[in-house]
């Protein structure tokens, strides 16, 4: 079966680059998916089809997909950043999500 | 403004069937191209996909979970369902609904998400 993996966590300081990956096996075929969930509350997608940001997401989120990474960027990350992020992505009518990523930012 | 919310039994007992129903308010379920899903959450755990149902009343279910689960649609009402039979403890989870789509270029993500229901399974 078809396998996303990710960091289990990153740290970053505030205003710095907070880069999160997400391998899989040709992962840059299909399209990533990130979503941002914070404690207590329902996932949020931040990223969708590789590189798009949803009405409200703020610029300093981005996206890249290529090879076998999928990579979030978050430019000059903000305290309201710090979050568990996922990606995702579509095998065979099959949505995979990856393990999810602590980001820190401290 | 689509919006999803779960309702269900938070409680169930082990080897019974667990239940939920997704109520779409804002919109109709009818509405074509999109997938309803059914996603959990174990306890301080990842996110797990369980299935989804097309409006046509397509299925298509986790291979892991797919002789467990059942997902329906009652269009009458603008509601989705799960069932999932012969739970155990490790079905103890949050279960969001959520709305995901395909349009021309493939997938897209799961745009709309309920806000999740805890059921507990235990004798």
């Known amino acids: 079966s078809y396998e996303l993996t990710q960091p289990p966590s990153v740290s970053v300081s505030p205003g710095q680059t907070a880069s999160i990956t997400c391998s899989g096996d040709?992962?840059?075929?299909?399209?990533a998916c990130w979503y941002q969930q914070k404690p207590g509350q329902s996932p949020v997608v931040v990223i969708y089809?590789?590189?798009k940001r949803p009405s409200g997401i703020p610029e300093r989120f981005s996206g890249s997909n290529s090879g076998n990474t999928a990579t979030l960027t978050i430019s000059g990350t903000q305290a309201m950043d710090e979050a568990d992020y996922y990606c995702q992505a579509w095998d065979s009518s099959t949505a995979i999500f990856g393990g999810g990523t602590k980001l820190t930012v401290l | 403004q689509v919006q999803l919310q779960e309702s269900g039994p938070g409680l169930v007992k082990t080897s019974q069937t667990l239940s939920l129903t997704c109520s779409v308010s804002?919109?109709?379920?009818?509405?074509?191209?999109?997938?309803w899903s059914w996603i959990r959450q174990h306890p301080g755990k990842g996110l797990e996909w369980i299935g989804y149902?097309?409006?046509?009343?397509?299925?298509y279910y986790n291979p892991s979970l797919k002789t467990r689960v059942t997902i329906s649609v009652d269009t009458s009402k603008n509601q989705f369902s799960l069932k999932l039979s012969s739970v155990t403890a490790a079905d103890t989870a949050v279960y969001y609904c959520a709305r995901s789509y395909y349009d021309s270029r493939g997938w897209g993500a799961f745009d709309i998400w309920g806000q999740g229901t805890t059921v507990t399974v235990s004798s």
């Open positions: 040709k992962l840059g075929d299909k399209f």
């Open positions: 804002g919109g109709s379920i009818s509405s074509g191209g999109y997938y």
């Open positions: 089809q590789d590189t």
């Open positions: 149902i097309y409006d046509s009343g397509t299925t």
